[in-house]
């Protein structure tokens, strides 16, 4: 039996009591151990075990989710970036203080949008959108290095705007640490889109537009009319508080090259329209800055568009590159999912006054590109370039007629992304020089001949601090420093620990100039 025996003392010594009571002796008590003990401890119990299935289920999920895929990059969400606190020199937005002048800066980061990121290359339907663990954890990131670099301008593309908890982390996150933000989704229910984040320390935003193209790829822009919070000197006695124009983009991936006309039909609408935003609102010349992901490299048909319109790429400014083809891959920000890299990400820069063709000329210098490119591509040389044209004219002479045909059996017209009739029109305008209604061999020559960077150098120059203010005076920016990160891609290598995204963040600082220039109306 389970009883308590004890041992009666001898009768000559002294009862002493017993020093290690039995456990009955304390169920035997009314004491405040029996409340503790059937009460509050299998309370506690269910509580621990509770938040241990919990976790368990949670570690089960990762580890789930981490032997379903192979990738290494999946069960390490960032390997390359596993450091809580990101690395001193990469945090241009305070380079400003230490450069000891005013300045701005400038981030542009298309960050993947976990519908797109692919986890599985044998799966290609696994996306990172199935998984919260994982977009979290990488979107987390990103946040904490934007927080830290704390750019004056916050470019992003690819931001899931279909998925409310993202959305709400990365407006509530900025917003407090300053920043307005604006969204801007895709057409058609794409799921992705744009979002951009002003610095309130740095810009007041005056105005903002949305741009849509409504074409083959459901891609749209953003434009942001910002003014600087604090005026920047133009000399001794002067200053004034600048005006920029921003716009931040994505364009269309060149799945294959009759694409590209609409890639540079995109460009050539934001240009469009940024010309008429500036004439319907009356503002004088202004810095222009437009970042995004441009998918195309600086070999591209956009590239020498943007050029030909007084852009420059300001990563290149920073290093000294050219627009050789000697430095076109010195650099890249892109491994698309074929697993090819390359340059496309870039944060152009246009000073006020800065000389440029008409943009009807450039748009069509650029097309005739595309079309001489396609001619090329099926192994066309010059004069048959020109029998290919030509067709069955009777006459050694292109008609129209035989112009839209041949456009149509390269893809460039006859689609719902190619050239509508009015671009086609203004093409054969451009063609036929002296408006006879045929091109000959001589002004083909011309078209065929034509060099994308002949457009003029820029006409504006630093003032001379100790002169007055001229009538042709503006405020331009220079580039004072331009990095992408991670850093292996500013030698043209792609890291295979770095996933964070497919694309590399750049970011640019600038800071203002005193410029003097000629004239030039809208």
Known sequence: MNQDITVPPPSNSVHKPNLRP????????????????????????????????NQSGKNSEMVLLAGFCNDSDIANVDSSESKSVPFQETRTGHACSTMGEPCISCTTFNILAPIYKRLDQQNQSVRESDFRAFWLARNKKIVNWLLYERSSIICLQEFWVGNEELVHMYEESLGAAGYDTFKLARTNNRGDGLLTAIHKEYFKVLNRRELFFNDFGDRVAQLLHVQSVAPFSINQNESVQQEIIIVNTHLLFPHDSSLSIVRLHQVYQILQYLEAYQRENKLSQMPVILCGDWNGSKRGHV???LR???????????HEYTDSDADAHKWVSHRNHRGNICGVDFIWLRNPHKSQKLLKISWAEAAFGIIKYQLKKVSLAENDAFSFLRADSSGNHVTYSAFCNALRQVNLTGLSHGLSFQETKDLWVQADADGNGVVDYEEFKRIWDATWLQ?????CSLEDSNEGIAEDEAIGFAVKKAVLFPHEVEKGIWPENYSLSDHARLTAVFSPVRLRCSKQSL
């Open 22 to 53: 039995t456990l009955n002796s304390y169920f035997n008590k009314p004491t405040l151990f029996k409340a503790f003990f059937f009460c509050f401890l299998p309370f506690l119990i269910s509580l621990f075990l509770i938040a241990y299935l």
């Open 303 to 305: 590239y020498k568009f």
């Open 308 to 318: 030909s319109q007084g852009f420059v790429s300001s990563y290149d400014i920073a």
């Open 455 to 459: 457009h003029m150098d820029e006409d």
